[in-house]
């Protein structure tokens, strides 16, 4: 039997936090793992933050990247007395190049999950969010992960080839995912949950 108290089990989760950030043209909406995922962490007691970034179907580099350094911070800092947590980030798609491109300080991230992102070769033909196509992609100082379909018609060269052997990031290939959301089967995404929940979890497809 633990010798935890509830009051410490919470004192702990509250000493990490989770960040989720969302793609281009995309308002939360629930079915999206993303969304789902967000309400399994809150149910059991973790501190997330999910904010809708601005204007997101006409987004500007700067102003998300504001918008993402001050969700950092706030989940970082929290609103209780836990203390100053460490951060896991989760983003999908667009988001993912900008936290390659335009990411805040890492000091409070523990480790990068970078979902579905799309090539810069895509992007660049997208008028409306060309802009992050130029920015220059670097590793994140932190532990990072990409996991990405072999199928995704954001990213036809494939995401090893564009992001994982370039900048040394791990890639894990989900077999026939398209873009890892809700119209390729990716509502609920149960493996995501037990990795955010158990650092060694192994990242699988939906069955």
Request: proline residues 11%; aromatic residues 6%; glycine residues 8%.
């Amino acid at each position: 039997m633990s010798s935890e108290t509830p009051q410490t089990r919470t004192t702990q989760a509250g000493r990490r936090a989770f960040l989720i950030l969302h793609g281009w043209d995309n308002f939360r909406p629930p079915g999206h793992w993303q969304h789902e995922l967000a309400s399994a962490l809150r149910s059991r007691g973790e501190r997330v933050v999910y904010p809708q970034l601005p204007d997101a179907a006409h987004p500007d580099v700067a102003a998300w990247q504001a918008a993402v350094a001050a969700a950092l911070e706030k989940a970082a800092d929290g609103d209780d007395d836990t203390g100053r947590a460490r951060v896991t980030v989760l983003a999908h798609s667009l988001s993912c190049l900008l936290w390659l491109g335009a990411r805040p300080p890492e000091d409070t991230v523990e480790r990068v999950l970078l979902v579905a992102p799309p090539a810069p070769s895509f992007i660049a033909d997208e008028p409306e969010i060309a802009a992050f196509a130029a920015l220059p992609l670097t590793a994140p100082g932190t532990p990072a992960q990409i996991a990405a379909s072999d199928a995704d018609p954001f990213c036809p060269e494939g995401a090893q080839a564009v992001f994982g052997a370039p900048l040394g990031i791990p890639v894990t290939i989900i077999p026939g995912g398209g873009h890892l959301e809700r119209t390729a089967g990716y509502g609920e995404w149960p493996s995501v949950l037990d990795w955010c929940l158990d650092p060694t979890a192994t990242l699988v497809p939906n069955a």
